[in-house]
């Protein structure tokens, strides 16, 4: 993969040993699809951070974004646990290597874990809120016209989408749902699985609710 410039629509790519560090691991795990669109959220997320005026660390939101679809992999992938919750797991452990307070782990679990859940990021910590506005920008387009025409040319000359970007990104949630998907339960995966997965079973709550075993 070829360098990218340490400075992308004016946000500066973080470059200390922990960054360094999310960015080796998470190029030699995850496809290269899900690297660029990775590196995409974070900056997008920089953007909407500066944007909104908000008081944000670049290093926990760079791990947030670097790590948000870690979980997709099978390296890092569990039996039972949602692909978010495995992603966030991942960098939790990661971060136990490097000095970083508890509630900074904690925001950086919580960027990863909630990222596909709408409704509640955006009234989180800024490293928590701004993965997720990050991951709406690249894959829903969401605030689009928020961002410039220069800022969307220039990010996506350094980390390209690719014609197939829009099936690629629904296949690799496929992917990190398919053999358990009763981890779509609750979050937007389930109309994933639903259009990919002829095989697939939405859960309903309201049956849940009428078919438990209480008698009234």
């Known amino acids: 993969m070829e360098a990218t410039p340490s400075v992308i629509a004016g946000i500066k790519i973080p470059d200390s040993a922990m960054a360094k560090a999310t960015t080796e691991l998470v190029r030699d795990t995850e496809t290269v699809l899900l690297f660029h669109h990775s590196r995409r959220v974070f900056i997008w997320g920089s953007l909407t951070g500066k944007r909104k005026n908000l008081s944000f660390d670049p290093e926990l939101l760079y791990v947030g974004a670097m790590f948000h679809d870690m979980g997709i992999m099978d390296s890092y992938a569990s039996e039972t646990e949602r692909f978010e919750v495995d992603g966030a797991n991942a960098a939790r452990n990661f971060l136990a290597a490097y000095d970083v307070s508890e509630r900074d782990v904690d925001d950086?679990?919580?960027?990863?874990?909630?990222?596909?859940?709408?409704?509640?990021?955006?009234?989180?910590?800024?490293?928590?809120?701004?993965?997720t506005a990050g991951v709406e920008m690249d894959v829903m387009g969401l605030a689009y016209n928020d961002f410039s025409a220069d800022e969307r040319a220039e990010v996506c000359a350094c980390h390209p989408r690719g014609l197939?970007?829009?099936?690629?990104?629904?296949?690799?949630?496929?992917?990190?749902?398919?053999?358990?998907?009763?981890?779509?339960?609750g979050n937007v995966k389930a109309d994933v699985l639903e259009k990919m997965d002829p095989t697939y079973k939405r859960g309903n709550f309201a049956d849940i609710v009428l078919n438990s075993p209480w008698e009234s």
Request: positive net charge.
């Open 108 to 131: 950086v679990w919580d960027s990863i874990a909630l990222h596909t859940t709408p409704g509640i990021p955006q009234h989180k910590r800024p490293t928590v809120a701004l993965v």
């Open 164 to 185: 197939k970007f829009k099936h690629g990104i629904l296949s690799s949630f496929c992917l990190g749902t398919i053999r358990k998907p009763e981890t779509t339960f």
